[in-house]
């Protein structure tokens, strides 16, 4: 993707939730993964979702999780700033 240039890192899990700018900007990784490549993480700065890939034992965790909002979708599944059906879009505002 020519305009969003990517860098690529390796490191520990924990390493996912640490920001790659200083204060007060934060940016955190939006793809990652492990080694093995058994799931996925994905965030798009442009949406409200985080998105997991991973074997259906890893969704049926996830989604068991009390403490996370999680559902499964389809592989079919629209990805745009309007397709979360659980949060409501932010109402528009004028400038």
């Known amino acids: 993707m020519t305009h969003r240039p990517m860098v690529l890192l390796t490191g520990p899990l924990t390493a ?11 940016r ?4 990652w993964w492990p080694e093995d490549r058994a799931w996925c993480v994905a ?11 991973g074997s259906q034992a890893c969704i049926n965790v996830l989604t068991a999780d009390d403490q996370l909002e999680a559902m499964p979708v389809p592989v079919d599944q629209r990805i745009t700033w309007d397709s979360d059906s659980i949060n409501p879009t932010p109402p528009r505002t004028a400038h």
């Open 16 to 26: 996912a939730t640490t920001s790659l700018e200083h204060p007060p900007w934060d």
């Open 28 to 31: 955190r990784a939006s793809l």
């Open 43 to 53: 965030t798009d700065v442009d949406l409200m979702t985080t998105y997991v890939g």
